[in-house]
């Protein structure tokens, strides 16, 4: 399995790029909540997408919500149990 820094790197620029795209200049720890840097609901589904297609998974419905995408870590932890399900499958 993926190194949990490594997950957490991609995250993280995955999350600049979409701040990069709306010229938002922050400093990005993996605790700082999303919706503070300036990420819009929008910018959250184009998240979730590039999520999706970096991590090659799809996330249920279910597992949609703003406690998932407050923050990279939280991010962190819901890629990281969906790998570890599609390695124990």
């Known amino acids: 399995m993926q190194a949990i820094n490594e997950i957490q790197g991609r995250l993280l620029a995955l999350v600049k790029s979409i701040l990069k795209q709306n010229a938002i200049a922050v400093e990005l720890a993996p605790a ?7 990420l819009t609901s929008m910018d959250m589904v184009n998240l ?7 991590f090659d998974f799809t996330i249920p419905q279910s597992e949609i919500t703003p406690e998932n995408f407050m923050s990279v870590e939280t991010l962190n932890r819901l890629v990281l149990r969906h790998l570890a399900s599609t390695v124990a499958a």
């Not at 700082?32 to 300036?38: A, E, I």
């Open 32 to 38: 700082t909540l999303l919706v503070d840097v300036g």
């Open 48 to 54: 979730m997408l590039a999520v999706e297609a970096e």
